[in-house]
């Protein structure tokens, strides 16, 4: 009795270890890439790879209507923090079929065996609630609605954060350092970039970094790299730079909720004597400063060349050219007058205006 016992113990534990074993989350035929680009296929968020994490990976649109894709949950639930997303638009990836399916129609199993992404917690989404049911009792975990597992990711998001930057801390930072200073160019500029997947896309295609024996950076190279230079070396030498616009990292736009601190790029400020605010760019700050002009002491904006602090009162700004700010169409400050209009010429540009001429008819049309 007791070797029989024992038998069908290790059957179940063999049979567990082949099921977690066979279950990937790598997309088994070519993914459906929502976004454009080249950087198309990285998560917009963390730079993780789309196809590597598909059967977790979610989409939406901002505002602008501009599409967005992510590795997971936890990645849409940080831009759900940071933009107005409408639930209504989130799409995730039904495991069985691995097309996109309506999110909010989904049934999700979470805190199965399978490995998270990006959490400690796994969830996975299913297009009806049978197939959920299934894998549930083949790998645990319990089935929910869209509304509940965001819930359960919103609720663990600190948690989650606190784990993964324990893990660059340790590994990932050290290993792109190292990647960073044996293989690639010396003049790559994070700032220059809106998000980790388009700095990614340039590190892969235009050949940014490579190992000396001429191979490409494998994805976890690639990754890593990515990370060091997005939150690491990008900090760094700003900080090295003087007379640049000082931001923490708790500090949102009060207009469309972003960190301004992710985009030191466009960072701008409104003094009210001692205190201020920060805006991810022009075109907010502009929305704020027509309801609220009364008592403003200092208005501080990025120049686009030098990236410096300069006076935003004082500055020329182009307005309707090529160039996109964290928020889609934005107005571009310079100090000199001479570069606004050579970049105005460059950049298909509308017009150069003082800070006085900005009106809010012209600004509401960037939208």
Not at 124 to 142: K, P, T
Not at 182 to 210: F, G, H, R, V
Request: glycine letters at 4%; one cysteine or more.
């Amino acid at each position: 009795m007791k070797k029989t016992t024992i038998f069908l113990y290790t059957l179940l534990l063999i049979f567990t270890y082949s099921s977690l074993c066979a279950f990937s989350k790598e997309a088994n035929s070519e993914p459906v890439l929502v976004q454009s680009g080249k950087q198309k296929h990285w998560c917009s968020v963390c730079g993780m790879n789309i196809k590597m994490n598909y059967k977790t990976s979610h989409t939406s649109k901002l505002p602008s209507g501009k599409n967005r894709q992510y590795c997971s949950i936890r990645c849409l639930t940080v831009d759900m923090h940071e933009h107005n997303l409408n639930a209504d638009d989130v799409k995730v990836v039904d495991v069985l079929s691995e097309e996109l399916i309506d999110a909010k129609a989904a049934f999700y199993v979470v805190g199965s065996d399978i490995k998270g992404t990006m959490t400690k917690v796994s969830k996975l989404a299913f297009e009806n609630a049978e197939s959920a049911e299934d894998f549930s009792i083949e790998n645990g975990g319990d089935v929910v609605s869209f509304d509940k597992a965001l819930e359960i990711a919103k609720k663990s998001l600190e948690s989650d954060i606190q784990m993964i930057n324990k893990k660059k801390i340790k590994k990932i930072y050290p290993m792109g350092k190292k990647i960073f200073e044996n293989t690639c160019k010396k003049d790559i500029e994070p700032k220059n970039y809106l998000q980790i997947n388009e700095l990614k896309s340039a590190i892969k295609n235009e050949n940014l970094c490579k190992e000396k024996n001429g191979e490409e950076l494998d994805e976890k190279e690639l990754q890593a790299v990515s990370v060091y230079l997005w939150e690491v070396k990008k900090f760094d030498d700003l900080e090295k730079i003087a007379n640049t616009i000082k931001v923490t990292k708790d500090e949102k736009c009060p207009i469309c909720g972003m960190f301004v601190y992710k985009y030191p790029k466009w960072a701008a400020q409104i003094f009210y004597g001692d205190s201020h605010l920060s805006f991810d760019g022009i075109k907010d700050m502009m929305k704020y400063y027509f309801k609220h002009k009364d008592s403003v002491s200092k208005i501080l904006v990025t120049d686009y060349y030098s990236q410096k602090a300069i006076d935003g009162a004082e500055a020329y700004y182009v307005i309707g050219s090529d160039v996109y700010g964290p928020m889609g169409d934005e107005i571009i400050p310079f100090k000199n007058e001479s570069e606004a209009k050579t970049f105005n010429i460059d950049h298909k540009g509308f017009k150069v205006l003082n800070f006085i001429d900005i009106n809010k008819e012209e600004v509401d049309k960037l939208d």
